[in-house]
């Protein structure tokens, strides 16, 4: 459904429930898909969250633990999609999934959130951050960068694909190659920031059992968005009962460390007075390593692999916003292929979605409406899959989800904390995800209820 601000590849042709055609060639293995997976969470959040938690949570106990809470609820949900994946082996991710598990039209709102939130949040996401850290390097407002680079990729994927799909390679190696230059930076780091942790007087157990904290997990949530990526490209992995399960989970524990050493590494090197309220924290943080060269060197290779991020997701959205409108008679013109088989049309319409939600210009809202909105469909999503081993139960199961039904319930449990305390303390971003859904319901009762 959605990509935390990271890559989405890779992603097969989605087709409504009951008239699905498989990929046949099935060339995704371990390997491959793992990367997939890493790629499509590591992203904007994990280099930008931070900031915003810092405003509200003061110890280091309490953010890093964000981050043991954040994997811990990943992994829970990605064991619940791992069976789903298993036991539905066909590309299409919450499209194929809550269609199964609940009716076609949550299958379509599972479509919808993906055309939508899915893609064009995180994209406007990662283009507001690339604004920000360019910035930091040349004189130009954040604003401007952010829609001059998407003007700039989105003529490239309009022109063709060929620049776009060489650009993506080594996309993973980068990421991977960054987030560890900065753990091995920041662990070397001579001088640490002072970190108070907050266990001994308990006030890191008092943040943690917080509203701001049950708040902050709704953006480490978007952080972590993508583990559930293997849904979309299921149909050209090999094996899938086997590889799924297996890819999923690794992802989601190596992207985990990954995250609490990173960020590790910023409390370690900026007082977290500097780090409230920024959106830039790399730069922040590569700063106080290297110096002001060496920080805007540092802000260049993050804008870039930004650019890298914003390139793949506009590949994904405007699939499946074609996929979504050619299931519709009265979206059709937005499903239209050119000769050369790029959606144009589609490209177009998601490039205006997403100028008009960086027109807001506000980073904590969108990422807070986006993670609201992604976090709601995953957890119908696993409470679908907890309701099938009811309703399918016949069903030959290649994978079962481990710790079943804890696992589960954790995440259900922990997501519906998070849900309902960002509905009470951010009510505009929360109600805006919930108007999206709605507005998707709306037209699939007008326009889609024949084509699913």
């Not at 919808?112 to 951050?129: C, E, K, R, Y």
């Not at 409230?276 to 790399?282: D, H, L, N, S, T």
Request: proline share 4%; charged share 10%; with cysteine.
């Amino acid at each position: 459904m959605g990509c935390g601000g990271a890559k989405c590849e890779g992603r097969a042709r989605v087709l409504p429930v009951g008239r699905h055609k498989e990929v046949s060639q099935r060339h995704f293995g371990f390997s491959a898909a793992t990367s997939v997976l890493i790629a499509n969470m590591v992203g904007t959040g994990v280099f930008t969250s931070l900031g915003f938690q810092a405003l509200d949570l003061h110890t280091g106990g309490a953010l890093l633990s964000l981050w043991v809470v954040g994997g811990v609820t990943a992994l829970c949900g990605a064991v619940a999609y791992a069976e789903l994946g298993a036991l539905l082996p066909r590309s299409g991710g919450e499209f194929v999934y809550l269609g199964k598990a609940w009716h076609p039209v949550a299958g379509f709102l599972g479509g919808w959130v993906s055309m939508t939130v899915g893609f064009a949040a995180p994209i406007a996401l990662s283009s507001m951050a690339f604004g920000r850290y360019l910035s930091a390097i040349v004189p130009v407002k954040p604003q401007v960068a952010s829609l001059l680079m998407l003007a700039v990729v989105v003529g490239v994927h309009l022109a063709g694909l060929k620049a776009a799909k060489r650009f993506q390679v080594g996309i993973t190696s980068t990421q991977l190659l960054l987030v560890s230059a900065f753990i091995v930076a920041g662990m070397l780091y001579a001088t640490p920031v002072s970190l108070p942790m907050g266990w001994g007087n308990g006030e890191a157990v008092r943040e943690i059992f917080s509203a701001p904290y049950a708040v902050s997990l709704v953006y480490v949530s978007f952080a972590f968005t993508g583990w559930n990526a293997a849904g979309y490209i299921a149909g050209e992995i090999v094996e899938p009962e086997r590889t799924i399960p297996r890819s999923v989970v690794a992802s989601t524990l190596m992207v985990t460390v990954l995250y609490l050493l990173l960020n590790l590494a910023f409390l370690r090197t900026v007082p977290l007075a500097e780090v409230a309220g920024k959106v830039e924290v790399g730069a922040l943080s590569a700063t106080a390593m290297f110096g002001g060269r060496g920080g805007q060197v540092m802000s260049g290779i993050i804008a870039a692999v930004l650019v890298a991020s914003v390139s793949s997701m506009v590949i994904g959205s405007s699939r499946v916003t074609h996929a979504v409108a050619e299931s519709l008679p009265q979206w059709r013109v937005l499903g239209a292929r050119g000769a050369d088989g790029v959606p144009r049309n589609a490209i177009l319409a998601q490039g205006a979605l997403i100028v008009v939600l960086l027109l807001t210009n506000s980073f904590e809202a969108v990422m807070l409406y986006a993670g609201f909105t992604l976090n709601l469909m995953s957890l119908l999503t696993v409470l679908g899959m907890m309701r099938l081993r009811r309703t399918a139960r016949d069903e030959p199961r290649p994978y079962h989800a481990w710790g079943y039904p804890v696992t589960p319930l954790v995440y259900v449990a922990l997501s519906v904390w998070a849900l309902t305390t960002s509905l009470v303390q951010r009510p505009v971003a929360s109600l805006s995800g919930l108007a999206t859904v709605l507005v998707g319901l709306g037209i699939w009762v007008v326009a889609g209820r024949k084509a699913v």
